[in-house]
């Protein structure tokens, strides 16, 4: 990938620079900065190396369901403890346990939520999911998992497919840094449909790379 940006200088003498971003292979990326004034045989480049700052994460109280239900809530009509936290996934993300949310026919939603602190720092919200919803009964976007904070939705995913491998989100929580949320994973569903969404590895992280 290669940017360029021209930057004037008012100083004199005046200096036209272009900035260059080069990135070769699994090389260090590499900022090239060449210059230009009324001496065209003055031309040069200057080479520095671009500092990737790593990505913090930190965790949320059983983020990854390795717990069982420690620390969730499972809520939806005739809902019992360990509905939707489960062990008995075949292809969990991590460990052994994930929440897999069926949004029932007959109660045509279903839910985990739990009380987070949001990081000042790590404040992107990332999580991992699968989707099991192919309907006929229902084809666009009338299923839906929802992430709600404090009850206002902060991302959709429309259910009408099957995943083929799992899916990493990521949600900037700026707006609620430092303070205590609550964190519902929500899903829709109607009486003709159950969707499955299944949640593993939540956590939070200081960058949004997905
Ligand atoms: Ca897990």
Redo the contacts with the bound molecule.
């Keep these: 990938m290669e940017t360029q940006n021209q930057v004037r200088l008012t100083d004199r003498p005046v200096f036209i620079f272009f900035l260059v971003v080069i990135s070769i292979g699994t090389q260090i990326p590499t900022l090239r900065i060449s210059y230009a004034n009324s001496y065209p045989e003055n031309n040069q480049f200057i080479y520095l190396p671009i500092v990737m700052k790593p990505c913090d994460t930190s965790i949320i109280p059983n983020g990854?369901?390795?717990q069982g239900v420690d620390a969730w809530w499972e809520k939806g009509f005739y809902v019992l403890p360990g509905d939707y936290i489960r062990s008995d996934f075949d292809n969990?993300?991590?460990?052994?346990?994930?929440a897999a949310i069926r949004a029932k026919w007959l109660t045509e939603f279903g839910s985990i939520e739990q009380n987070v602190s949001v990081p000042s720092n790590n404040h992107y919200l990332a999580y991992w999911y699968w989707v099991e919803a192919i309907d006929m009964w229902c084809p666009g976007r009338c299923l839906a998992a929802y992430v709600q904070i404090n009850g206002t939705t902060v991302r959709t995913h429309y259910l009408s497919y099957d995943s083929t491998e799992w899916q990493k989100d990521v949600i900037d929580l700026i707006g609620y840094a430092g303070q205590t949320v609550n964190l519902r994973f929500y899903v829709l569903g109607n009486t003709h449909s159950s969707p499955l969404f299944v949640v593993?590895?939540v956590f939070y992280q200081s960058c949004p790379t997905k």
Excluded: I, K, L, M
Aim: proline fraction near 8%; charged fraction near 35%.
């Design positions: 990854n369901f390795e969990p993300h991590s460990g052994e346990w994930v593993d590895d």
